[in-house]
């Protein structure tokens, strides 16, 4: 085992620790600088999700997309359910699937040049 799959697959699970407790505070007033910003912010969470999950489990990457997609739908049911603030969004759903599907697609890229894991 690499000497930093332990720091790689720690930092994903900080991720994922870090990113629910976000999506269930109260939504601070932000800046929005364009329409669907809130989108773009959850397929970029996705895709770092992603890379840090396939970094860490590269044999694993259909298993880890799959997990994350439902790791999203788990965020909107608990933000629709669980809180009094904040709302479950469908359209949130398939901008964290479209993420995790573009960090999986940059895995493979990675893989092919060499750079990262195994494509899986």
């Given amino acids: ?3 930093s799959l332990p720091l790689v ?8 620790i870090v990113i629910f407790i976000l999506a269930m505070i109260p939504l601070p007033e932000a800046i929005t600088v364009f329409s669907f910003q809130d989108k773009v912010e959850h397929t970029g969470a996705f895709i770092v999700l992603m890379l ?4 860490g489990w590269p044999a694993r990457l259909a298993a880890l997309f799959v997990g994350l997609v439902g790791y999203g739908l788990a ?4 933000q629709h359910f669980l809180t009094a ?11 964290d699937a479209l993420g995790a599907a573009a960090g999986w ?3 493979h890229a990675m ?5 990262g894991g195994s494509p899986g």
């Fill in 75 to 78: 965020i909107e049911l608990c």
């Fill in 9 to 16: 697959r720690s930092a994903f699970i900080l991720a994922l």
């Fill in 105 to 107: 697609a940059l895995m």
């Fill in 52 to 55: 840090l999950g396939g970094r």
């Fill in 85 to 95: 603030n904040r709302v479950g969004d469908p359209w949130d759903l398939l901008a």
């Fill in 1 to 3: 085992m690499p000497r």
């Fill in 111 to 115: 893989a092919r040049r060499g750079q």
